[in-house]
Each structure stands twice: as structure tokens, then as C-alpha cells.
């Protein structure tokens, strides 16, 4: 039986199998199951006669010692080893006695992973035989609210299709799949089973018009940040290719297959080049293409002339790469509204130029400093993996193994429908040090497309009734959340002297009353109102604050010294006026909504004139709640 529950994209799976020795002798029954590389085992146990004998779970590195140490003394042990693709496995033997049965026991755990804008849950089902009570069972609860879920599993016929029953509300979702003995045999007189391969369970959660979810439990939260409909940023991308004699066959075949399906998905306002190499390199062109239909042609004639052979100089290839990048982003051939990456193709150790690992991995991250993205696609199993996986992770990308397989075309298109589609870069999300005292990682490098980024950390008040969150980009690419922008969280609550409005669940302001010394000569008490996600207006948006929150052009020059020696003046030129500025300091309380924070701005004479549209005049009204 497997029984899988899921709570907030957390899964947490039992796997319980039952084996009875018929012999009149004792034997050795084994338990083997495969579960997602991204599990964990958090316990396992088995009960024989019964006994319970719990396990001890152990790191990994740890545990290959102790399990060959069992082993080796005839203990019992398990231990868990890679399994194709996605799926790792864990096996256990144990003596049974004569007549005796045993139960194993076991469960592991998940964060689900959102990719192409859907999460996955895999089980691994490969029973061997007939099961008496064959039985997957998936409860699902989000409390977002779940849009979709679908079921499908490779060994579904048309006579077990109808066995899957699912049930979907607003926020839960239940699976279920149990069929009889009679239901599983692959032919009448046989106990070969039709259950063999993956039971695969997909969705997704509600993604209203807010930038992400928090979870609190037990004192820790868990941030979900997916913002929805964000444009996508324009790529420049250089695709380099091995094709050394290693290359031959299949997978050249396969290679220029994904090549000319990925061209053709190309954006128009993407630019792309295309290098192959072995021991020498070639260019199809000295610089970037724009991604127009004509280019996109001509390229994919390129693309079918690449023929496998020579050795294998993976530097000055990649080099090549990243220096044309450079290069035409110097000379300004491709837009500066963009995002930057190299992919690299490769199947096997270099062996030509620089063959040095090492050496080659600092080159390159010499060449980028940060500048792109670097993925590596390992082709097959000779490729020394390792060395692409730390190499595109210190250049901001990432490593996939491509598997020899029918199937490896799939493969490399899919990897670059996961990373063709960026929508923001170097993406950080801050949280009030005097709520958190324990963070997982919180920057990123890019967020595309149908992915999720997730953060979760330990709050220092279990009471907490005041909780905001920024999320800043600072890239230089265009994007709805502009350099140093911030947003607030749904936890955000009145509080002293403060209160917080909601627009239609999405946008927010806090309004605070804001106490003044009584004897100021001029200045009273008065409201201070603060835009939390200004980037959810729409670009018509307009008003006293409004005409702000999409920005303004303008430049400041001339500083001088002003009427106060530590707060000079300068010229501003904005909106076609040359206006007298004032340097100054504010407090921003969006982030320290009781102390508030001291941020540099500049102070706008005469009421605003110059810098607000229309007269001062025009923004006044009669009363807090009326129009005029």
C-alpha cells in the first residue's frame, strides 16, 4: 500500500509491504522500492512476528559505511542507491523464519518542486507479482486552493483506467487506485502483474493577483513566491555543441533533432548563436541573430550539416561562448533589457586544449564574473558530471544529465523549455530581522517561467501579529518589480497606531498616524499613507501617488551647498523642468511599521511644482472620503 499525503506542497509517503514465507524452511525475503531523488527517508521499520524492529536512518556517506559493515557481520541493512533518472532506491533483505511474515515500513518526505507551472508527484510502483491488497491512495490539501489535478500512470490499459477515482474540491483533492488480484494479472492463469512503472499525480495551487503565499506552523513559516502573469524578459543564448568522434551515432542524431525544435520556439525578440567544436571551433556567425523567421531558417541548415568528430576542447569552446556574449553586449548589438546564457552540450571529458577540469572551471567563472548563465547538459554516461555541475554553479546555472534514450531528444528540449522563459534575475527576498532569526537561502539568480521559489525560517515570535515581506530585483532587466520595489504579505495587521487596506486581495497601503511634537511651530499630527505593491496598479494609474508608481525619468546634478550645511541643494531636471532640490531624510515604515527607516530623499520646493502633474490645487478635496 502507498499512502501519500500532501500538505501545503510538503508530501509525506508511507510505502507498507507484507511478505509471507510459505516454506517450511527459513528465507530470505527482500523489500526493495524506488523513491524520488528529491526524498528523504525519515524512517523505516519491520515487523516480523510481531516484533517491531525499527531502523536507523543515516546520512548517506555514513550509511554506505555502516551498511557494508552490517553486511559484512550479517546484520540486516538497507541502503539507498541511485535509480535512473528521477528515482533512487532502497533495499533491505531479511531471514525469515518457516510460515513467518514480515511487514516493512517505509516513509519518506518531500518539498514538491513547481516546474513548467506544475507540481509532480511520482510513485514508483514495480510489484513483480500479484498483490492481495494492492491500494495508492493521495490526499492532497492547499490552502491556496487547488486549479487542477491530473492523474495518468505508464501502465494504465483502457481496463484499469476506470479504477482511478479522484476527488476535487476547492482546497483538497483525493486519488485513490485499488484493483483487485483478478484486475492486476496480465493473463488469466498467470501471477505476472500489470502494475509496473510510474503512477504520476499533477498540479497546481490558485495564483490570485498576489505575490506569494506564507505558511506558518510550529513557530517557522514557508514562503511560496510564484508571481503570476509576469512578462517574460528577452534571452540572448549561445548554444555550444560537442561534436567529437565520442558524438557519433544516436546521439548526433538526436542532438541536431533538439537543436532545430528548439530554434523554432525561439522567441523574435530573442538574439542566439550557435557554436560546435571538438579540437578545433567553429562559429555560424562572429556575433548574435536576432530570432527572425529568415535567421531561424538559415540556422537550422547549419544545424543539419554538424557532423561529429575530433577531440573534445570544452575551453576555448565555452569561452568562445560567454566572450561573444560580452563582446556584442559591448558593442550594443543586442538589447540591454535582457538576460544572458551560454548552454553547453557536451558528452564526454575534455581532452583537447586546456584538459585540466579545474582549470577550465576557473576560466570560466574569470570570463562571466557573474555577467550570465551557464548550463551544462551532460550527454550520456561517460561524461564526467561533476565537473559541468560545479561549473554552471558557480556561473549561475545549473547541470542536467541527458540519458541515452529514445527519448533524449525530449530531453534536451525539455531542460531548455525550463530555462527559456526568465522572468526575473537576481531576485532577493528580505524579511525584518526582528521577526526572523533563521533563513534558508533567499537569493536567486533567476525565477522563470512555471517554477516556485520557496523559502522557509524560524520566527523569534510565535504570537507574531505584524509580518512584511520585500522582495527586491535587482537586475537590470525590465520586470513589474522594479530595482529596490518592495510588497508586503497578507500577515500584515493593524497594529498601535497603524492599519492596513486591501484593494480586491491585491494591492495594499498602510496608513499610519503619525504623532508630531506639540509644540512644533507648524507641523500637526497627520497620516502617512504607504504603498506596499504599487507594481499591481496598471500603467493608466494616476493621482497624487499614483502618477509615481510605474517611475520617472530624471537626473540630478549641480550639488551645492544649501541653507543648512548637512542638507545640500542640487538641480533636478524632470518632466522637461529644471527644478531647486533639497537633500533630506525620510522615514520609510514599510518594513518597521512602529520605528519606521531612515532612507535619503529629495526634497521638492514650492508644493511639488515641476515634478507633480498639474497644480497642487488639483489634489485637494474637502474631506478624507470625498472627491471633491
Known amino acids: 500500500m502507498v499512502d501519500c499525503k500532501v500538505t501545503a506542497r510538503f508530501a509525506h509517503t508511507v510505502m507498507t509491504s507484507q511478505a509471507l514465507n510459505h516454506a517450511n524452511y527459513s528465507q530470505e525475503i527482500f523489500f526493495e522500492v524506488e523513491l524520488p531523488k528529491t526524498g528523504f527517508i525519515t524512517n523505516f521499520s519491520m515487523e516480523i512476528d510481531g516484533q517491531v524492529y525499527a531502523g536507523e536512518v543515516k546520512e548517506k556517506e555514513k550509511a554506505k559505511k555502516q551498511y557494508e559493515k552490517a553486511v559484512s557481520s550479517g546484520q540486516t541493512a538497507g541502503l539507498v542507491k541511485v535509480s535512473g533518472r528521477k528515482m533512487e532506491k532502497f533495499s533491505v533483505s531479511v531471514n525469515i523464519a518457516a510460515k513467518s511474515n514480515v511487514t516493512f515500513v517505509l516513509t519518506y518526505e518531500e518539498l514538491l518542486q513547481r516546474k513548467l507551472g506544475q ?235 586546456e584538459p585540466r577540469p579545474q582549470r577550465i572551471q576557473e576560466n570560466v567563472r574569470s570570463a562571466i564574473e557573474g555577467s550570465m548563465s551557464l548550463f551544462c547538459l551532460g550527454f550520456g554516461n561517460d561524461v564526467d558530471y561533476s565537473f559541468l555541475d560545479v561549473m554552471s554553479k558557480e556561473n549561475k546555472g545549473m547541470a542536467r544529465r541527458i540519458y541515452e534514450a529514445s527519448d533524449a531528444t525530449l530531453q534536451l528540449q525539455g531542460f531548455y523549455e525550463e530555462v527559456s522563459s526568465p522572468l526575473l534575475s537576481e531576485v532577493d527576498l528580505r524579511y525584518p530581522d526582528n521577526a526572523v532569526d533563521f533563513l534558508t537561502t533567499n537569493h536567486f539568480d533567476r525565477f522563470f517561467n512555471g517554477s516556485e521559489i520557496v523559502v522557509a525560517g524560524r520566527l523569534t515570535d510565535n504570537q507574531l501579529d505584524n509580518f512584511m515581506v520585500e522582495v527586491f530585483d535587482n537586475s537590470s532587466t525590465s520586470s513589474p518589480i522594479p530595482p529596490s520595489a518592495s510588497f508586503s504579505m497578507d500577515l500584515l495587521v493593524t497594529k498601535d497606531h497603524s492599519i492596513t487596506v486591501t484593494l480586491k486581495d491585491s494591492v495594499k497601503f498602510v496608513i499610519l498616524l503619525h504623532k508630531v511634537w506639540k509644540n512644533h511651530p507648524y507641523h500637526r499630527d497627520y497620516l502617512g499613507f504607504y504603498t506596499l505593491d504599487s507594481h499591481l496598479f496598471s500603467s493608466s494609474v494616476h493621482g497624487l501617488l499614483g502618477q509615481f508608481y510605474h517611475g520617472i525619468n530624471y537626473e540630478v546634478t549641480d550639488l551645492r551647498p544649501g541653507e543648512v550645511p548637512e542638507k545640500p541643494d542640487a538641480t533636478m531636471y524632470v518632466k522637461g523642468h529644471e527644478l531647486n532640490v533639497t537633500r533630506g531624510w525620510q522615514r520609510d515604515f514599510r518594513r518597521d511599521v512602529k520605528n519606521g527607516q531612515n532612507v535619503p530623499c529629495w526634497f521638492i520646493h514650492r508644493n511639488g511644482t515641476g515634478l507633480i502633474d498639474g497644480d497642487v490645487t488639483d489634489y485637494i478635496v474637502s474631506g478624507l472620503f470625498k472627491t471633491v
Open 119 to 353: 507540481y509532480e508527484i511520482l510513485i514508483r510502483v514495480k510489484p513483480k507479482s500479484t498483490v492481495q491488497k494492492f491500494q495508492i491512495v493521495a490526499n492532497i490539501y492547499e490552502p491556496q486552493g487547488i486549479s487542477f489535478v491530473d492523474t495518468h500512470a505508464t501502465f494504465l490499459s483502457n481496463e484499469l483506467l476506470p479504477l482511478v477515482e479522484k476527488t476535487v474540491t476547492d482546497k483538497k483533492a483525493h486519488i485513490s487506485f485499488s484493483p483487485t488480484t483478478e484486475q492486476q494479472r496480465k493473463c488469466p492463469d498467470c501471477d505476472e502483474t500489470l502494475i509496473d512503472g510510474d503512477f504520476i499525480i499533477t498540479y497546481d495551487v490558485k495564483r490570485v493577483q498576489t505575490l506569494g503565499d506564507i505558511q506558518i506552523v510550529n513557530g517557522y513559516f514557508v514562503h511560496f513566491f510564484a508571481p503570476p502573469d509576469l512578462p517574460r524578459v528577452p534571452v540572448n543564448v549561445v548554444f555550444v555543441i560537442d561534436r567529437s568522434g565520442s558524438m557519433s551515432g544516436r546521439k548526433m542524431i538526436q542532438t541536431r533533432e533538439a537543436l532545430l525544435a528548439i530554434l523554432n520556439d525561439l522567441h523574435e525578440d530573442d538574439y542566439f548563436a550557435l557554436i560546435q567544436f571538438d579540437s578545433t571551433i567553429d562559429s555560424w556567425k562572429e556575433s548574435l541573430t536576432k530570432a527572425t523567421k529568415e535567421n531561424i531558417a538559415d540556422a537550422m541548415v547549419y544545424v543539419k550539416q554538424i557532423q561529429d568528430r575530433g577531440a573534445t576542447n570544452i575551453n576555448d569552446a565555452v569561452l568562445r561562448g560567454v566572450n561573444m556574449i560580452l563582446n556584442d553586449k559591448q558593442a550594443k548589438r543586442i538589447p540591454e533589457q535582457s538576460i544572458d546564457m551560454v548552454i553547453l552540450l557536451t558528452d564526454g571529458m575534455p581532452n583537447s586544449g
